[in-house]
């Protein structure tokens, strides 16, 4: 059972704010890990030529720890590579977004589900000690872990995290836009299962999903995405490609371009709406162009604080680390980058 939590509108807006649950939070910590077993396995790239990333669905078993039924659709959860990192520490722990539905996969809350991408390539300095020319393979520690675990295989796992991404507790009473590039997408397929595969019934409100890879290939879960398009007259599914031509000729789109295309006849009555929620997930800096949009569609109101420091300046101006500094997501905006 989730209790309610009111958040209160901490801005100047009048528009009415989501009422979100009150979700559990760091049940396991990562200095008492629990173990998990791997269930599943797959790819969850689109398939045809080969993408040049490597992402799968990866399902892991929690049943008898206390992750059992706590994972929300929306949180995240850790998981602890075995061995240790360069300092001689073990390694940290990794977060990653939960794909699964509150449920879980079995509908039971046992078994949680995540899209690890394997972090490959070369070594480039991060550090202004860094050699370079050091140009050797660079592999994540964690993500290529989580990409190598078989069926049967145990893993550390903690959380579950995060109290922010969440859907409201009324879904009926809003109408969503999910943004995702790359695993950003992670989420929403937990959140487009809770909402059209519930026991209660598929929503009826508008969800519209906007999914942003470089090339077609690399679109995750494109399968579920389109079945739910086909099944449901209030599903859309938008898929913004920036490193192929259009099929009219035109080049490539970012998901922020998609938006604004299709802004006065999609996602533009949405948002002007006191319906309207944005939720936006995937690569750092996805954020920064939409801020952008909202202020050029003049509907920051509802979905950002501004601060002072900012409001003289011209949105054309702002640069990142003034958003960075200057603007919060209200409610009806929720941003998750990494
Ligand atoms: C809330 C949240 C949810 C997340 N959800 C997901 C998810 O669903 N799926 C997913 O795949 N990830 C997700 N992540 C990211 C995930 O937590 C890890 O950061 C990611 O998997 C990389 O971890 P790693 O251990 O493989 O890489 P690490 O071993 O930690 O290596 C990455 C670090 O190495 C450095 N580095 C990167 N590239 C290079 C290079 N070429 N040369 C030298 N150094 C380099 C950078 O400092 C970088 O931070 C999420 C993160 C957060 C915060």
Known sequence: ????????NDDSSTVPMPVFPEVEMNLVT?????????????????GGRKSASFVRHVEIDVSGTPLEGACRAGQSFGVIAPGVAENGKPHKVRLYSLASPTC????????????P???IDEFTPQKDEDDSDRHELFLGVCSNYVCDLQVGDKVQVTGPSGKRFLLPVDHNKHDYIFMATGTGIAPFRSMCKELFENPDG??????????????????LYDDLFVKLAEEHDNFHYHTAVSREKQADGSRGLYVGQLVDLKFDDTFGPILTSDRGLMYMCGLVGMQWGIYQLFAEKGIT??????K???KDVSHTDWDKEQMRRYIKPTHRLMVEVY
């Open 1 to 8: 059972m989730h209790r309610i939590l009111l958040i209160m």
């Open 30 to 46: 990562p200095k008492a890990p629990v173990t998990g077993t791997v269930v599943k396995s797959e790819t969850c790239l689109r």
């Open 104 to 115: 879980g996969e079995d509908g039971e809350g046992k078994i949680i589900a995540t899209t």
């Open 117 to 119: 991408k394997r972090v």
């Open 202 to 219: 598929p929503t009826t409100s508008q969800v519209h999903v906007v999914m942003g890879t470089p090339y077609t290939t690399d679109l």
């Open 301 to 306: 109101e509802a979905y950002m604080t501004i």
């Open 308 to 310: 002072e420091d900012l």
